[in-house]
């Protein structure tokens, strides 16, 4: 646990196991209400880990173990909080940032404002802060609260998934009447379509052929000047979970691809507890 940007966070670091000199960094960073660093230390961290990836995960504000505070949680906190964490960890080398649903928002709003410290972007069912995505995060997060606090449909959950399911829709919830983040989250700040196409990071968008981006999967690619789509057929929303084995392997053959021998050697400073 360290405290950057003023907020107690949460995080894990894994390193590489093996490999010689330095070694690539990845920065995992989940999605909105429910999920937090859990989801990628059971699919994709050790893995990565034994592949001779140092892999960073931390729990945004407001989620897992990080504090909670009432206000703050526009796209730009978010991606405050990411350059204080890295700042605090001491890593001075360009990273791999790994985002699922709003930890691509995150990701793509963290290169926009600072591509030196980018070597690469992999969005996991994801998009950047744009007009169109704060309208729909609008309404999706203003239909939240009052669909997964009632009781009948914790009801549901819980017999249709699980109960484990419904615990974590419920936090989610809980999260959202404890904080500004509906509210908050849509103000972006947004990116523009000049910023987009300014946006040179190579991308690797990862999409469901049945999630979020369904009626036009290859959107993100026609935006953006060096991105490549991988559409994983039959797959819904829930890409990292279910087909984790997948993502993995398109991580690391992303990670390989783009880790430049020429880049600076940094190397992570000391642990933090």
């Given at each position: 646990?360290?405290e950057c940007n003023g907020i107690?966070t949460?995080?894990q670091?894994?390193r590489a196991?093996?490999g010689i000199?330095a070694a690539p ?7 909105l ?6 989801s ?9 880990s034994a592949a001779?990836?140092d892999?960073?995960?931390y729990?945004?504000r ?5 504090e909670?505070p009432?206000v703050?949680?526009?796209?730009t906190?978010f991606v405050?909080?990411?350059?204080a964490?890295l700042?605090t960890?001491g890593i ?7 985002g699922n ?12 404002r ?5 070597a ?9 802060a744009?007009r169109a995505?704060?309208?729909?995060m609008?309404r999706t997060?203003?239909n ?6 009632a009781?009948e449909n914790l009801a549901?959950?819980?017999?249709t998934f699980?109960?484990?399911?419904a615990?974590?829709?419920k936090a ?6 404890a ?6 989250v849509p ?6 379509s000049?910023?987009l196409?300014?946006?040179?990071v ?5 999409v469901g052929?049945?999630?979020?981006q369904r009626?036009d999967p ?19 929303h829930s890409v ?10 398109l991580?690391l053959d992303?990670v ?7 880049q600076p050697?940094?190397r992570l400073?000391?642990d933090v507890?």
């Amino acid at each position: 646990m360290v405290e950057c940007n003023g907020i107690r966070t949460h995080f894990q670091l894994m390193r590489a196991r093996h490999g010689i000199g330095a070694a690539p960094v990845v920065v995992c960073v989940h999605g909105l209400g429910y999920d937090s660093l859990a989801s990628f230390y059971l699919t994709l961290s050790a893995p990565l880990s034994a592949a001779g990836v140092d892999v960073l995960a931390y729990d945004l504000r407001g989620h897992g173990r990080s504090e909670r505070p009432r206000v703050g949680y526009q796209v730009t906190d978010f991606v405050d909080d990411l350059a204080a964490l890295l700042d605090t960890l001491g890593i001075d080398q360009p990273v791999h940032l790994v985002g699922n649903s709003f930890g691509g928002t995150i990701a793509f709003s963290f290169a926009a404002r600072d591509a030196a410290r980018v070597a690469s972007v992999v969005s996991i069912e994801s998009e950047p802060a744009t007009r169109a995505w704060a309208d729909r995060m609008h309404r999706t997060l203003g239909n939240v609260v009052e669909e997964m606090s009632a009781e009948e449909n914790l009801a549901w959950l819980a017999e249709t998934f699980g109960s484990h399911h419904a615990r974590l829709a419920k936090a989610a919830a809980l999260i959202i009447q404890a904080t500004s983040i509906v509210t908050d989250v849509p103000r972006g700040p947004l990116l523009t379509s000049d910023d987009l196409r300014a946006l040179a990071v190579p991308v690797l968008s990862i999409v469901g052929s049945e999630g979020f981006q369904r009626d036009d999967p290859l959107a993100l690619q026609a935006a953006l000047p060096n991105c490549t789509t991988e559409v994983i057929e039959g797959q819904n929303h829930s890409v990292l979970v279910e087909r984790h084995h997948t993502v993995r392997d398109l991580v690391l053959d992303w990670v390989h691809q783009h880790e430049s021998a020429s880049q600076p050697a940094g190397r992570l400073a000391a642990d933090v507890a």
